[in-house]
């Protein structure tokens, strides 16, 4: 097996980097492929907590490879300030490879981005205006930047000159700013340029040679299915690809070298920011799963959007990434309801039902969620190690999420700790191979 792709397989803030870590433990390589630090990813050891942005949540194993993909957006200050966080806390970074083809946010961006969004007034798209979007939309008109250029100076300048060109109007707000001076922002770039270029490798290369020499790489992606900028919620999305299919033209590996793709659903659903959301919880219920997920954003702290498991998107993120298997998480916030609820189907404003989800966002935006309703259970799950120690609801709800969604689950999540995953007999024997399932005596869900 040696590549596997995690995708977030709902509106992003799925609990991916927690699950990469997991699996980071079982493999050699572990890949960012797109998104920028729009996301953010926890992860808890011990009583230690973990917030990253940008590095790969294989960064905590030492002597693991991990790489920024071509397809991520770099604000190179943020991911300088990451890796001194990580070094004050004794984390091995020497590891950590960069793409030179990955672009860079510049301050411009960042202005542009913030100034867009409070243009737009109630039609904002609640981006989290860390200058993702006008940096993608420089790399596709051609005038990005990109890592590379921070190792030479006369090309660093002459870029940054060819890019601000055509935004002179759109910036002329801003002309003051210290921040957009030709040659401040030259020695910073630069700056930065001497202190990530002992990490700026070909990781295209770099990760056939792995791959052709067997070893095991995990891809990660950031955000969710339901943001992809082409398959999402158009135009509530983020401005990337967070697909698996994306995940070999983000890193420069080919697609027949992906044998698996792992999709991370919560047992319930949240999304951040603006766009449909059609079983969206408005009341009491809605407060109570966020307080007790702990539904507020790693990066921007907002709260999240909350509502009952969407298995119509479910299914659509399934088909969109072809997934083999589900991992589950969060399912210990359930624990306490007599009665747990899923979005089965929508249904129109004449009462047309949706088995899929629609493709016309006019429909999309005016459909309500039909729900299920299926049996609760009191017990605290935390410390359930394997499948077999979950009540028999909470069984029987995977059950009926694994075969709505018509794949296996491989991991459920009943809590913030590493122990609090537990392994079904389907993700073991894909991750692990067949002898560890017999060895480990862990039941199958």
Request: net charge negative; aromatic share 6%; glycine share 12%.
């Amino acid at each position: 097996m040696p590549g596997i792709v995690i995708v977030g397989a709902q509106w992003g803030d799925e609990g991916k980097g927690k699950i990469t870590d997991l699996l980071a433990e079982h493999g050699d390589a572990v890949v960012r492929f797109q998104g920028g630090n729009n996301a953010g990813h926890t992860i808890v050891r011990g009583d230690q907590e973990w917030k990253l942005h940008l590095i790969p949540s294989g960064i905590l194993y030492p002597g693991k490879r991990c790489v920024i993909g071509n397809g991520v957006v770099i604000d190179p200050r943020v991911l300088i300030d990451e890796l001194h966080a990580l070094r004050a806390r004794r984390v091995d970074v020497s590891g950590l490879r960069i793409s030179a083809n990955a672009h860079l946010i510049m301050p411009y961006h960042l202005l542009l981005d913030s100034a867009g969004e409070a243009k737009l007034g109630s039609l904002q798209i609640g981006t989290t205006r860390r200058g993702i979007g006008p940096c993608y939309a420089d790399k596709a008109a051609r005038l990005g930047i990109r890592v590379q250029d921070l190792l030479d100076e006369k090309i660093l300048k002459k870029k940054i000159v060819a890019a601000m060109e055509p935004k002179r109007q759109s910036l002329r707000p801003f002309e003051k700013d210290p921040a957009l001076d030709l040659h401040t922002m030259t020695e910073e770039y630069l700056t930065f340029g001497h202190q990530l270029e002992q990490h700026v490798a070909d990781t295209s290369k770099l990760l056939w040679e792995m791959l052709d020499a067997g070893k095991k790489v995990i891809l990660e992606g950031a955000q969710g299915a339901m943001l992809d900028i082409d398959h999402g919620t158009y135009p509530f999305v983020t401005s990337s690809n967070p697909l698996a299919g994306a995940a070999s033209v983000g890193t420069g590996i080919g697609p027949l070298a992906i044998e698996e793709v792992w999709g991370i659903a919560k047992a319930y659903t949240t999304r951040v920011g603006a766009g449909p959301f059609p079983s969206e919880l408005h009341e009491e219920m809605g407060e109570t799963i966020r307080q007790r997920g702990g539904e507020f954003g790693t990066t921007t702290g907002r709260p999240r959007r909350t509502g009952w498991l969407d298995l119509v998107a479910l299914r659509y993120a399934t088909r969109l990434n072809t997934l083999s298997a589900l991992v589950v998480t969060k399912l210990d916030v359930l624990s306490g309801l007599d009665r747990i609820k899923v979005c089965t189907r929508y249904r129109g404003p004449e009462g047309a039902v949706f088995e899929d989800f629609p493709y016309h966002q006019t429909v999309l935006h005016h459909t309500t969620a039909e729900l299920m309703e299926l049996p609760g259970w009191s017990e605290d799950l935390g410390e359930c190690r394997t499948p077999s120690d979950l009540p028999d609801a909470a069984r029987e709800y995977l059950e009926f999420i694994a075969e709505q969604a018509g794949v296996p689950v491989a991991l459920i999540g009943v809590g913030p700790g590493r122990e609090q995953v537990l392994w079904t007999e389907a993700g073991r024997q894909t991750l692990l191979g067949e002898d560890a399932v017999a060895v480990s005596g862990r039941s199958a869900l």
